[in-house]
């Protein structure tokens, strides 16, 4: 819609209103015209507030005189000028009714109306609420008509007293309950009275906020519940997932006339396209679609019920469709799960829950399972997103789709992240470099908040280790890279089933480089590396550390990222017997882990300082076995050469010497670093003075004695 048309859409709804509250204008100059002829028989009107006549009294215990009133108003020639005014102004609102119409559109209230399903009376009763928010006179003419100057504001009173004269006094005061529409759904609320035992139909009647400004029409989400709603947008979908959204939509369509409320369960593990079919299946249905934040909304306590009700009463403004993710047993507790049940029990609008099994819940739901999007599917996503790429680059968006385990929504802020990569760089080309990292970043994300991530610095040529070990590296950094085409293009992967996982035990002394070589495989391969302390994973309560490692492996998930178990003796201590429950649940937690590991598509490093410990009945199902040695003499000349960068400032160091040091690749580096302080602070370069003194530090640190055996010239130098 353009400016022009939203000014003419105002302009006619002003137009509207004003035609609406001249004719409430003439409803209480009638009303008045009787009340006046009643008030007059009263001596001490003059007084009234201070003090009740006994003709008041009389007229008050007599009750209202309906017939009295009709015979008045049918007998008096004002009020039958007013009523020929109110019919000539009905019609002016019905000629705007339908100019409304003929531009394709209905006046807001109209539309109110007709969402929530008001009678003429509830109609009106808006109306009486609304009327002060543009005429602030109106107040006084509430005060004047009920009698009483403190009563500035419409009550249920008031309202059945103007357009209640043809309804039964109890189908006009259910309008006001709880139960009603206008009040269940936060149209208008009964606020309390000015004494705690005010009669309910004298208690104040208040139009919500949201409500006014629809009227005048601005149409914007409550900001109550606007931090829990988030819109969801059309992606590119796989072809698959366009065929199931379109059945839905088919299925929907043909049972409108039975259910105005569907609610459907698309079910499938975490990283299928659940919103963005959800999304695909709205916007065939020509209807938004927001996605509610449970866990937000479960960080409510007091106002929760009244969140529900503002949020059925967005979706019925909006038309909008509600999209659920509804937690699994390891995301959140027994008493979240239950809440998540109510909620979708209480919530009557269009709901989509997404689950990962079928959710049972009282509520009538279409259950559909989704099927999960591959690789294939994932690259004809990406086509759609880069067209462009796809002769030249083929191959690489094959590597990406294969790598990346994204649902199209991801697929879409990965490659928007890419494109503005690329601008920032002033390239018109998106390079698979780019979009290989936007790729990481958007799937590494959710692995923050449960491991520690390790940027990996190493290559090959910065790691000495033996030969054969180095080969072992090789050869896992050629099953992490080939899987693909091993299971799925030559097909293995359907003759193996399960234990597809690659997973490696890295063994040996601290500082022998177990860390680095899990930084060097990440560097080489491109993805990320995220250290997991499995002493930290690991919990005294029982089923708490399954759920712990759920939560790892299923963000780990997206990206395959390199996962690097350390202290894997905390899980995999041997354990000759199961002597109590404790033992037992330790071996189920240990099984769990493997079972997750061989599960794992990308690669799972498990690491210890003390292989000996470890339980073999459990490591025969380790792949890889990897023990990293302590450097012999070579090895450590190699490492104290390639330690210090080519900017430092190195002075004649003795590396016959210090490659005859028994000491691992890790304390070279903690004793390097520090010589480097030391030297940087003596304003002269690293000099073998600073070595020694580093490594008197770093013996003592590892309570390892300095002989004179090993220093040789160099001995009286460190005791100095």
């Known amino acids: 819609m353009t400016s022009v048309e939203d000014e003419v859409r105002a302009e006619m709804n002003w137009a509207y209103l004003r035609a609406e509250i001249d004719r409430l204008r003439l409803k209480f100059q009638r009303k008045i015209i009787w009340l006046r002829q009643k008030w007059k028989h009263d001596p001490l009107r003059d007084y009234q507030g201070m003090v009740i006549s006994e003709t008041k009294a009389d007229w008050l215990m007599a009750g209202e005189d309906c017939l009295a009133e009709e015979r008045f108003c049918s007998e008096s020639e004002e009020i039958s000028t007013i009523d020929r005014s109110i019919a000539m102004i009905e019609v ?196 938004q679609i927001f996605s509610l934040n449970l866990t937000r909304l479960f960080a409510i306590d007091i106002q929760r019920q009244e969140m529900l009700r503002l949020i059925e009463r967005e979706a019925m403004l909006n038309q909008f469709a509600l999209y659920i993710e509804m937690p699994s047993d390891g995301t959140y507790n027994e008493e979240s799960l239950v809440r998540a049940n109510e909620l979708i029990e209480q919530l009557s609008l269009f709901l989509i829950i997404g689950s990962e099994e079928r959710w049972r819940t009282k509520k009538e739901m279409i259950s559909i399972h989704v099927p999960g999007i591959d690789a294939k599917a994932r690259r004809l996503i990406w086509n759609q997103h880069f067209p462009e790429m796809g002769a030249g680059h083929g191959h690489e968006l094959d590597l990406i789709a294969q790598q990346f385990e994204l649902d199209p929504f991801s697929i879409a802020q990965a490659a928007l992240a890419a494109r503005d990569r690329a601008c920032f760089c002033q390239s018109s080309d998106i390079s698979t470099s780019i979009l290989w990292e936007a790729c990481r970043e958007q799937s590494g994300w959710r692995m923050e908040e449960l491991g520690q991530r390790i940027i990996p610095v190493q290559s090959w040529k910065d790691i000495v280790l033996p030969e054969d070990l180095l080969r072992q590296l090789h050869e896992i950094a050629s099953q992490v890279a080939y899987r693909t085409q091993v299971y799925e293009q030559w097909g293995f992967g359907e003759k193996l089933g399960r234990g597809r996982g690659i997973s490696a035990l890295f063994s040996g002394p601290s500082g022998t480089g177990k860390t680095m070589a899990a930084e060097v495989l990440a560097n080489h391969l491109q993805l990320d590396l995220f250290r997991i302390d499995l002493a930290g994973v690991v919990s005294k309560y029982i089923g708490e550390t399954e759920k712990n490692l759920k939560k790892v492996f299923d963000a780990a998930e997206q990206s395959g990222a390199i996962l690097f178990f350390d202290e894997a003796d905390a899980l995999f201590g041997k354990r000759t017997e199961v002597k109590d429950s404790h033992d037992r649940y330790a071996n189920i937690e240990v099984s769990y882990l493997l079972q997750r590991i061989e599960d794992y598509r990308g690669l799972a490093i498990l690491a210890t300082n003390y292989k000996s410990a470890l339980d073999r009945a459990f490591l025969r199902r380790i792949r890889f076995q990897l023990d990293f040695p302590l450097p012999d003499a070579i090895s450590r000349r190699q490492i104290w050469q390639q330690v210090f960068p080519p900017q430092a400032e190195v002075d004649s160091l003795d590396y016959d010497f210090l490659s005859r040091l028994e000491i691992s690749g890790g304390n070279i580096k903690n004793i390097a670093l520090n010589a480097a302080f030391f030297a940087a602070s003596q304003g002269s370069p690293i000099q073998m003075a600073h070595i020694l003194l580093s490594t008197r530090r770093e013996y003592a640190k590892i309570d390892k004695l300095t002989t004179e055996a090993e220093f040789g010239a160099h001995y009286k130098s460190m005791k100095s």
């Open 92 to 287: 002016e609102i019905d000629d705007q009714r339908r100019a409304f119409e003929r531009a394709g559109c209905l006046p807001p209230l109209e539309v109110i109306t007709r969402l929530f399903c008001l009678t003429s009376f509830e109609r009106n009763v808006l109306l009486l609420c609304f009327a002060p928010e543009l005429y602030p006179e109106f107040e006084q003419i509430y005060a004047y008509i009920q009698d009483d100057a403190n009563r500035r504001y419409p009550t249920p009173q008031l309202a059945i007293a103007l357009f209640g004269q043809d309804m039964a006094i109890f189908e006009a005061r259910s309008s006001f309950m709880s139960a009603s529409p206008m009040r269940r759904l936060r149209l208008i609320t009964l606020e309390s009275g000015p004494y705690p035992s005010t009669a309910q139909s004298l208690r104040p009647l208040k139009l919500e906020d949201r409500i006014a400004d629809y009227l005048m029409g601005v149409n914007q989400l409550d900001d109550r519940v606007a931090n829990l709603l988030s819109p969801l947008t059309n992606v590119p979908l796989s072809p698959e997932a366009n065929d199931l959204a379109d059945r839905i939509a088919c299925s929907i369509t043909s049972r409108a006339r039975e259910s105005l409320q569907p609610s459907i369960n698309l079910i499938a593990r975490k990283g299928a396209d659940k919103e963005a079919i959800a999304s695909a299946l709205c916007n065939r249905l020509g209807i």
